[in-house]
């Protein structure tokens, strides 16, 4: 199975600051990754997918790139509304999945 | 609205069984590969099943391989996730997903479900 690695696993940012999550994947997953934000009690809401295509009327201060084995989800200005956990997924592989979560918190 | 509704969660003892639905609306269900994925309390997430549109492939996480079978309706717009053998470790909330581009984006609100004696 591929195994998805997250770092890092909190973040403390404040409102304002660029903020960058990486993902790596055990093996090549060419751009066949998803970004996805959650917040306590909901369900996740997808971001990004195909490594860097942005998901209709999500912000455009998200944005993803990489490809092969390295990922990064960017925020380009952190907003209120950003506060939450992210996850990468791999769809490359029968098994999709998922990283151990990043959590941004308030600084 | 594009929806997925999930139910059929609850509490079941362990070694017991328990058939989650999804229902889904305002899309061509048919036309879409499906999946499972869950979350246990203060944990991330775990992907669990998939489902081709068709019905006709399906792939299971080895958490579950052996326990669990994933199932649709097409005709009834529904998924379904049968868990048998539940066990402590099952405990979490369930929820299911539509695949577009390799990545999931419609997800239900999520059935709760407790494994305990």
């Known amino acids: 199975d591929i195994q998805m690695t997250q770092s890092p696993s909190t973040l403390s940012a404040s409102v304002g600051d660029r903020v960058t999550i990486t993902c790596r994947a055990s093996q090549s997953i060419t751009t066949w990754l998803a970004w996805y934000q959650q917040k306590p009690g909901k369900a996740p809401k997808l971001l990004i997918y195909?490594?860097?295509s942005l998901e209709s009327g999500v912000p455009s201060r998200f944005s993803g790139s990489g490809s092969g084995t390295e990922f990064t989800l960017t925020i380009s200005s952190l907003q209120p509304d950003d506060f939450a956990t992210y996850y990468c997924q791999q769809c490359k592989s029968y098994s999709r999945t998922f990283g151990q979560g990043t959590k941004v918190e308030v600084k | 609205e594009v929806q997925l509704v999930e139910s059929g969660g609850g509490l079941v003892q362990p070694g017991g069984s328990l058939r989650l639905s999804c229902a889904a609306s305002?899309?061509?269900?048919?036309?879409?590969?499906m999946n499972w994925v869950r979350q246990a309390p203060g944990e991330g997430l775990e992907w669990l099943s998939y489902?081709?549109?068709?019905?006709?492939?399906?792939y299971y996480a080895d958490s579950v391989k052996g326990r669990f079978t994933i199932s649709r309706d097409n005709a009834k717009n529904s998924l379904y996730l049968q868990m048998n053998s539940l066990r402590a470790e099952d405990t979490a909330v369930y929820y299911c997903?539509?695949?577009?581009?390799?990545?999931?984006?419609?997800w239900g609100q999520g059935t709760m479900v407790t494994v305990s004696s």
């Open positions: 489902i081709t549109s068709g019905g006709s492939t399906v």
């Open positions: 195909k490594a860097s």
């Open positions: 997903g539509r695949e577009r581009m390799n990545a999931f984006d419609i």
């Open positions: 305002g899309f061509t269900f048919r036309d879409y590969e």
